[in-house]
């Protein structure tokens, strides 16, 4: 079973400044894809970044980028230029290209705090 | 034009009722899902439908069963609710199932509490 790990229940960064998330996860299949979500306090689900395991180039969505290790099972995300709006909870999500499959298998979150 | 909707957002209900939450998703998607959010945080898929039919059903008792009455709409009804099915609930919606990573969309959550 696929498993997916965040070792930082909690984060703090000052704003402007840049902070990495961690996520490891475990499985034994070579396709597969990653997320990062967003939820602020309004509990809504945010998508900020997507990785496909087979392309080696790590994702970017403007001040959002992965450095996504697939040896190490790895897949951090790096938020530059922190701004106070990037306050939230972030869940990594790992998901299996089998078809039938298209759930998604989160880990325990990070609570992010962004210091003014 | 919400296009992931729940209702309620907040359900405050005795032990031992039955329930029931509303998804709608105006996006054309053929699969949704319905995953339970714990108090610490911790998301988990409970099921997903693809085209009406129920295609994963994870570790969940059969007091929870969802019902599609079309594409559009996945509903989740509990029955003889417990203290431990207090939760925030996500309904969620995606494409048809490929190989490409489609985002799954998701609504704003409903919070149940069981006195």
């Known amino acids: 079973a696929q498993t997916v790990t965040q070792s930082q229940p909690e984060m703090s960064v000052q704003e402007a400044e840049t902070v990495t998330l961690s996520c490891t996860y475990d499985t034994s299949e070579s396709d597969y894809y990653l997320f990062w979500y967003k939820q602020p306090p309004s509990r809504q689900m945010i998508l900020v970044i997507r990785?496909?395991?087979?392309?080696?180039q790590n994702a970017t969505e403007n001040r959002f980028s992965v450095n996504f290790q697939k040896a190490a099972k790895s897949f951090s995300l790096k938020i530059s230029d922190s701004q106070l709006g990037d306050a939230a909870m972030y869940f990594c999500a790992y998901r299996t290209p089998q078809t039938g499959a298209n759930n998604l298998f989160f880990g325990t979150g990070t609570r992010l705090t962004v210091i003014p | 034009d919400t296009a992931v909707s729940q209702t309620p957002k907040y359900l405050v209900t005795q032990m031992g009722n039955d329930k029931s939450i509303k998804c709608e998703q105006n996006?054309?998607?053929?699969?949704m899902y319905w995953y339970k959010q714990d108090s610490k945080k911790f998301l988990k898929i409970m099921f997903s439908?693809?085209?009406?039919?129920?295609?994963i059903n994870e570790t969940v008792p059969n007091r929870f069963s969802p019902k599609s009455p079309d594409k559009a709409h996945l509903n989740l009804h509990i029955n003889s609710l417990e203290l431990g099915d207090s939760a925030v609930y996500f309904c969620?919606?995606?494409?048809?199932?490929?190989?490409?990573?489609?985002?799954?969309?998701f609504g704003p959550g409903t919070r149940l509490t069981v006195l």
């Open positions: 996006l054309g998607h053929d699969t």
């Open positions: 969620a919606s995606s494409p048809h199932i490929t190989r490409t990573g489609n985002e799954q969309f």
């Open positions: 990785q496909e395991a087979y392309k080696q």
């Open positions: 439908y693809n085209n009406k039919e129920l295609i």
